[in-house]
């Protein structure tokens, strides 16, 4: 059981039952899949603190201690078997709820008096996260990026056969069929370097169209000093890389027919339980925040929330763009398949923005 840093500081005896109408939103970086205890004891340490503080600025002793220990109530209770990246924790005023998200978030914590769990996304920094393929005569590499570290998941022995053309091609095969498992909906983009020819050929595979990115070509071995390189390189301009993979999937998602738009409509699409990426533009997030109190942009303000935060709970992910929604109603659903949710489209329509063929 997790021993807090904080309680020996704070005479929890005093707390009686003064509570504060504000929300406490926790979100941090927990994938217990592939850390430590102790990494994850001091990930909670540092939730504690980033908590204790902002708790300590905003309510009084007796407010303070009474939301501290319901969140003390939540961290023995979490799930060290989730596989989950990340987690996000709201104290509301009348009860706990803890959501486990299948993207990474920085460790942040915030009080407010209407905060929701799509509030605490849309202002917590999403974090690179992405695949590296390295391709070379004849061996590949694949690594996964996320939480500011590389781990290598995939590796093929060199081959040693005489038909340079056929161990290319059985390589290459390999290489997709591996892509396509571990990144089977398409939720991050895979940067590709290493030989030039390799790389062409790779690149020219319709599947990968889009998703994928070239960068650095080396004809010498890729050792680990090149990596790091690679990976800074990224990482340096990670803001321009995600708009343009967002795009693409945009436009995949379209000449698919995978892609559903306006808020109506993806409302209709949440209740029947379609997965897939939630796009919402930061104008729509500030207007459905507001609408919240002034019900301002339509009559199902708190039940769309609901449905999202049933979304993020079946393992999809949300993010927030700054632009580029406009001609969908600022909002998509980007479909991970096909669903029956298309066949009840007209009944779902409430207005002419909502037709399935003005997507």
Same mark, same amino acid.
């Given at each position: 059981m997790?021993?807090?840093?904080?309680?020996?500081?704070?005479?929890?005896?005093k707390a009686?039952?003064k509570q504060?109408n504000?929300?406490?939103g926790?979100?941090?970086?927990?994938?217990p899949?592939?850390?430590?205890e102790t990494?994850?004891?001091?990930?909670?340490k540092d939730?504690?603190e !980033?908590?204790y503080? &902002? %708790?300590?600025?905003?309510l /009084?002793r007796?407010?303070?201690? $009474?939301?501290?220990?319901?969140?003390q109530?939540?961290?023995s209770?979490?799930n060290n078997?989730?596989?989950?990246?990340?987690?996000?924790?709201l104290?509301?005023?009348?009860?706990e709820?803890t959501?486990?998200l299948?993207f990474?978030l920085?460790?942040?914590?915030?009080?407010? !008096?209407?905060?929701s &769990? %799509?509030?605490?996304?849309? /202002?917590?920094?999403?974090?690179? $996260?992405f695949?590296t393929?390295i391709l070379?005569h004849s061996?590949a590499r694949?690594?996964?990026?996320h939480?500011?570290q590389l781990?290598?998941?995939y590796?093929?022995r060199?081959?040693?056969?005489l038909?340079?053309k056929?161990d290319?091609?059985?390589?290459l095969k390999q290489?997709v069929q591996?892509?396509? %498992?571990?990144n089977?909906h398409i939720?991050k983009?895979v940067f590709?370097t290493g030989s030039?020819?390799q790389?062409?050929?790779?690149?020219?595979?319709n599947y990968h169209?889009?998703i994928?990115?070239r960068l650095?070509?080396y004809e010498t071995?890729?050792?680990?000093e090149i990596l790091?390189?690679?990976i800074?390189e990224?990482?340096s301009?990670?803001?321009?890389w995600?708009?343009?993979f967002?795009?693409d999937?945009?436009?995949?998602s379209k000449?698919t027919d995978m892609?559903?738009?306006?808020i109506?409509v993806v409302?209709q699409a949440?209740?029947?339980?379609?997965?897939?990426?939630?796009?919402i533009?930061?104008?729509?997030k500030?207007?459905?925040?507001?609408?919240?109190?002034a019900n301002a942009?339509?009559?199902?303000?708190d039940?769309f929330?609901?449905?999202v935060?049933r979304?993020l709970?079946?393992?999809?992910r949300?993010e927030i763009?700054?632009?580029?929604?406009?001609e969908?109603?600022d909002?998509?659903l980007?479909?991970?398949?096909p669903?029956?949710?298309?066949m009840?489209l007209?009944?779902?329509n409430?207005?002419?923005?909502?037709?399935?063929?003005?997507?």
């Open positions: 997790y021993a807090s840093p904080v309680t020996s500081s704070f005479n929890f005896k009686r039952t504060s504000l929300t406490l926790l979100a941090l970086p927990f994938q899949s592939m850390q430590d990494t994850l004891q001091n990930i909670l939730g504690e !980033k908590v503080s &902002l %708790l300590c600025k905003a /009084n007796i407010e303070t201690g $009474d939301v501290f220990q319901r969140l109530k939540v961290f209770k979490l078997n989730s596989h989950c990246k990340s987690l996000v924790i104290v509301t005023p009348g009860d709820k959501f486990y299948s990474p920085k460790a942040v914590a915030y009080l407010n !008096k209407n905060l &769990l %799509l509030e605490i996304i849309a /202002n917590t920094e999403i974090q690179p $996260d695949y393929l070379e061996h694949i690594y996964e990026y939480h500011s781990n290598q998941i590796a093929t060199p081959a040693s056969g038909n340079e056929a290319s091609e059985k390589l290489v591996t892509l396509e %498992l571990v089977q939720e983009p590709i030039p020819a790389v062409e050929t790779f690149c020219n595979n169209s889009g994928s990115f650095l070509n071995p890729f050792n680990d790091k390189r690679f800074k990224i990482n301009q990670w803001n321009y995600h708009s343009k967002i795009i999937r945009i436009m995949i000449k892609l559903i738009a306006e109506e409302l949440l209740r029947h339980n379609v997965d897939g990426l939630l796009l533009d930061k104008r729509l500030q207007q459905l925040y507001k609408s919240r109190s942009l339509f009559n199902n303000t039940d929330m609901n449905q935060e979304f709970m079946r393992g999809n949300l763009t700054e632009n580029g929604l406009q969908f109603g909002i998509v980007l479909q991970h398949k669903s029956d949710f298309r009840m007209p009944v779902c409430t207005g002419k923005h909502n037709r399935p063929d003005t997507y």
